[in-house]
Each structure stands twice: as C-alpha cells, then as structure tokens.
C-alpha cells in the first residue's frame, strides 16, 4: 500500500538478469523479455523506497513453444545491437516477421504480420531500449515497447513515404527521409 519502486530479477540458473525499474507507485507493470522458449525460470520482485527495500517469494516460470512459422536467422550481417541482442527484419518470410535474437541465436522476441512486406518497412532500436517500426503502408512509424505496447504513432499524408532511415532524435522527435 506505500509508494514503491519496483524491479523483478530473474535467471535460469541465479538470479542475474533484471527488469527496467517502475515509477513509484502502488501498483506495477514490468515488462520481462529475453527469455528463451521451453526454459525454466525463477523470479523475484524487489520493491522499494527512501527507507529500504523487501524481497517476493520466488517465483517459478516454464516458457512455451515458439510459434511453428517463426524463422531462426542463421547469422546476422550489419544489424543493429542493443546489449547483446540482435534484430533481424525478415520482409520475405510468410508472415512476415520482425525477430530479436540473443548471442547464441535464440528469439527472445518476435512480431509478426500477415500483410506482406513492402520495401520500405524496418524496424529500429532507439536509445530508450524502445523499437521504431515502419509499417507496410509507407506512412506510419509506431514506436513499441519492448511488450508491444505502442507508445507513438505518426502517420504521414498518402503523398510522402518513409524511406529505409528514421530514427528519434536528442529532443525524442522524429527524423524520417520521405
């Protein structure tokens, strides 16, 4: 019931992996990705304040299969990183697909769409660990968290397209080629 800050730790085999931390509040919502399929996991909330911190229980978590139609990328050539993870737009694949990979080649998350790719989509790490993402009309840019959730949308009139480059710039606005 007292205002908290919240982040969860959680691993496979220790705790050694984190959550982003919350705003103070009573009630939290903490996005957790990276994780592997078919793996096993324990979880920990650590909520705290200016007076100090309390530990949850641990939790136990068995992730599930990846869908059948989502493609493992073999390698990855000039893409983008963001601490070890990869991004790969696969435009061709049927649905096409958006992945992010780990080291080891694993997808730790992935998007997908069924409307077929158009040559000026892609999709971009910002530098608030968020995804800038050109959808297949050309026009529209979204910004997505890590959990898809869609924190902006800008839409350009039908006589502009967005080409190939767009990016958020140091005043968290817009920069696109049309």
Not at 8 to 16: D, K, P, S, Y
Not at 70 to 97: C, D, F, H, K, W
Not at 105 to 123: H, L, S
Not at 139 to 163: C, K, N, W
Request: charged share 15%.
């Amino acid at each position: 019931t007292d205002l908290a800050r919240v982040f969860v730790a959680f691993g496979q085999t220790e705790l050694n992996q984190y959550s982003s931390i919350s705003e103070a509040g009573t009630t939290h919502t903490l996005t957790i990705y990276g994780l592997k399929p078919n793996a096993e996991y324990q979880f920990q909330a650590i909520a705290f304040d200016s007076i100090g911190a309390s530990e949850s229980s641990l939790f136990d978590l068995t992730t599930g299969d990846l869908p059948n139609n989502i493609i493992t990328p073999t390698s990855v050539i000039n893409n983008t990183n963001y601490n070890g993870y990869y991004m790969v737009n696969l435009e061709s694949a049927n649905p096409r697909q958006t992945n992010i990979i780990d080291r080891d080649g694993n997808v730790v998350w992935y998007e997908q769409t069924d409307v077929p790719g158009a040559p000026c989509t892609g999709c971009f790490w910002t530098e608030k660990n968020t995804l800038l993402h050109l959808l297949e009309d050309c026009h529209t840019v979204r910004e997505l968290s890590m959990a898809g959730t869609v924190l902006r949308e800008v839409v350009l009139p039908d006589t502009f397209y967005v080409h190939h480059e767009f990016f958020l710039n140091n005043e968290d606005q817009l920069v696109a080629m049309v």
